[in-house]
């Protein structure tokens, strides 16, 4: 399967919704999937992830949701998103996250 390479950005505590599409000619469903998303400083941090792993089974289209309650500090991160089914682990996409400081309003 082919590697994307998107760059994502986002604010600092937004709640954001990252929509990724397999093109993949040999797969006709994702659905029953399990996929894996990790945020690290670097791609070979030994450190753990600043976000994730998250993981989710897919049931049809492969949205990756952000809750406001995780933080991530300004600044740039690499993430990965990874099929991680036993047997069928592969990297699906992976890139530069960069979020964006904002001014905070609290209700």
Not at 22 to 48: E, M, Q
Not at 60 to 82: F, M
Request: overall charge negative.
């Amino acid at each position: 399967m082919a590697i994307g390479t998107d760059t994502l950005t986002c604010y600092q505590d937004e709640d954001v919704l990252w929509t990724f599409t397999v093109t993949d000619t040999n797969v006709s469903s994702i659905s029953g999937w399990t996929i894996t998303l990790v945020v690290k400083a670097t791609a070979v941090a030994t450190n753990p992830a600043l976000l994730g792993p998250i993981t989710a089974t897919i049931t049809g289209t492969l949205t990756c949701r952000i809750a406001t309650q995780i933080t991530v500090d300004p600044g740039s991160y690499v993430y990965s998103l990874r099929r991680t089914d036993l047997g069928t682990a592969w990297q699906l996409a992976q890139g530069t996250l960069t979020v964006v400081d904002s001014a905070h309003i609290d209700i």
